[in-house]
């Protein structure tokens, strides 16, 4: 019985973790924002450039937001896939930090209004969710503020203004795993668009709390991990490790030896040098 104390203990331990985690805020808004300074002076910078143009064009804005991106090495706030929007949802960045972190929509309305109505319109449709108790009244709230149409990619965008918040330190864990809890409900043939945004939300959290260095060990990240699903109470959303440390590298820059510490990830395999064929 000796040989299994250790992984007893581990287990006990990583039990403990997860019910203290579930209890608690993961990242506090100030050291969330710490690991995201370089992000937030690009946004800044985008809207400084968009206020002294007086941009009231989305196009145009988009435009600034990916040239500043590209200057400063940024990739925009993704999981793996690089679709086509990518740039236009990135707005959601600028929308945020330009609305609770600079207050633009009271100093320059008719800009922010022109530029962001898009982010607006998915806030409110996702407050509307979260205010209602009444699923049939939330949904045709939300189909109001969505043009009487929704999609998967909208509900996508809709779930990417409120986590975008989250990860910036502007809205509690808390009132985006209810919101995720609500669409479900409210829009029950989008189930398995919120199950899959709910994942890549605990792999975003995941590589944040790593970034920054509230996560040091195998167990602990195991322990956010089971607490983070076990508070959505959604079943099978567990990312795998390797997503998180791509999300890790590509939008907090993370040391690439330490994620190897704390995560399970694959080993390369050694290339095979096989001798060229002449007819090659």
């Not at 196009?59 to 990518?86: F, H, M, N, T």
């Not at 609770?100 to 449709?125: C, Q, T, W």
């Not at 990417?160 to 409900?185: D, M, P, Y």
């Not at 959290?205 to 920054?212: F, Y």
Request: a positive charge; proline letters at 4%.
């Amino acid at each position: 019985m000796d040989h299994y104390k250790p992984q007893l203990l581990l287990s006990k331990r990583l039990l403990q973790g997860c019910l203290e985690l579930s209890e608690e805020t993961v990242i506090d808004p100030k050291r969330a924002r710490d690991v995201l300074k370089d992000r937030i002076s690009a946004a800044m910078e985008a809207l400084s450039r968009i206020i002294r143009g007086n941009v009231r064009d989305r196009g145009e804005a988009r435009q600034i937001v990916e040239e500043v991106y590209r200057s400063r090495a940024l990739q925009p706030i993704r999981g793996k896939a690089w679709p086509p929007d990518i740039w236009d949802k990135e707005l959601a960045t600028l929308y945020t930090i330009a609305r609770y972190a600079l207050g633009l929509d009271r100093d320059y309305p008719d800009i922010f209004h022109n530029i962001f109505s898009v982010e607006e319109m998915l806030e409110k449709a996702g407050e509307a969710v979260l205010e209602s108790n009444d699923i049939e009244l939330a949904r045709k709230l939300l189909l109001f503020y969505l043009g009487g149409k929704v999609d998967s990619n909208t509900v996508a965008r809709l779930l990417r203004v409120f986590a975008t918040e989250v990860i910036f330190g502007f809205r509690s864990e808390r009132e985006f795993e209810e919101l995720l809890r609500k669409l479900v409900n409210v829009l029950p043939e989008e189930t398995q668009t919120i199950r899959k945004y709910a994942r890549y939300y605990i792999a975003l959290r995941l590589a944040q709390a790593i970034a920054a260095r509230l996560i040091k060990n195998r167990i602990a990240k195991e322990a956010l991990k089971q607490a983070l699903a076990a508070r959505i109470g959604f079943e099978k959303i567990l990312p795998d490790d390797e997503y998180v440390s791509f999300i890790a590298r590509s939008v907090f820059s993370v040391d690439k030896r330490k994620l190897e510490k704390i995560l399970s990830l694959k080993k390369a395999q050694p290339r095979v040098h096989r001798p060229s064929s002449k007819t090659e």
